[in-house]
């Protein structure tokens, strides 16, 4: 199933900002950020969408941190960390609604 064009562009400023995919310590964090923006089923959908594209033990541990994210609360060190790394990558850091088509 095709992503609504905000997610797409999520999912495309997350492959910038990780052009060698996410690395497992910053799954949680990541999701943490994301979720902070989305809606609950916003971010299963970008998930399913990044698990879809890598190897099977990743994907897994995509699955996982998405779990964690409703258990677990990040650092906010790390979720500092990530948040400057997608940054770079081009991640405007703001609402995703603000980066919809006509905007």
Known sequence: MAL????????GWLRAGYPDGVPYNDYLPLFALLASQLTDDEVKA???NLADSTDADSAEA???AIESVTHNTPQ???VARVRAHLAAGGWPLASPTRFGPGN
């Open 76 to 78: 906010d060190s790390d």
């Open 4 to 11: 609504p064009p905000v997610l797409s562009a999520i999912v």
């Open 46 to 48: 970008v998930a399913d």
């Open 62 to 64: 995509i699955r996982q």
